[in-house]
């Protein structure tokens, strides 16, 4: 009986997860049947085939109550948070995830699981093939536009880096490291060129290189944000 019963709950918790269309009670049935309150504050996590790590993850720690599903392609784990700030729920998950993984926002109950599951998928996009770590969607939104759009997003790129795409790879690599360490850095040329272990003149020589060959300006805000959302599907598309 207890075996059905667990069947039951994990059937009731995968319809949620699909975000079918629900019949009347559906969320009811599944907080009696997992034992969770129908009204409460969950998340979803989505980790790549394989990359939850091993099967005997916890089912509670640090107060959060973890149910895992597996897909073909993927794995996936609602995650009851109580009153816990979801912003630790990554470095908790990296005791047993390797990832990748994305995290979708908080939601209100167990009826919001679906739409929970779709957000959590985009912010997987948001991780670069041949990647780890474990991301929050609030932390790659921009990011995630991108990843959620991929015929704009190669769009966007050929129209951008076009120029920049194709130059040797190595060379292409390094413009955009620099653009990427520049960014990272707030626009400071001398930080960026310690991250980078070179000249702050080297830094600014690479980033007029990026301005000539995009014909776009760092300086100017619209342009910039064209670069910055380039710079996210390239890195996306094809990792350095």
Known sequence: MQ????????ALLDALLE??????GLAA???AAL????????????????GCGPADLSTAADGMRFFRRTR???EILVVALADH????????LARWCPGPGGIGPPVDGLAELGA?????????????????????????????LVASQPELSARLLADVFGPLLALDPADRALLVRTLDAWLECGG?????????????????????????????????????????LALYAFELSAPL
């Open 72 to 74: 073909a392609d993927c």
């Open 85 to 92: 700030d979801p912003a630790g729920l990554a470095p908790l």
């Open 35 to 50: 034992g969770l309150p129908e009204q409460g504050r969950y998340t979803v996590v989505v980790f790549r085939a394989g």
């Open 3 to 10: 075996r059905r019963s667990d069947e039951q709950g994990q």
């Open 19 to 24: 975000g079918r269309p629900q019949e009347p």
């Open 188 to 228: 400071s040329a001398g930080r960026a060129a310690g991250r980078l272990y070179c000249h702050r003149n080297t830094v600014l020589n690479r980033l007029r290189r990026l301005e000539q060959l995009t014909a776009r300006s760092l300086s100017q805000p619209r342009e910039l944000v064209e670069m910055m």
């Open 116 to 144: 929970a599951r779709r957000l959590a998928d985009v912010a997987l996009l948001t991780c670069p093939p041949g990647t780890a770590g474990i991301v929050r969607l609030e932390e790659r939104l921009p990011a995630a």
């Open 29 to 31: 049935r599944a907080a």
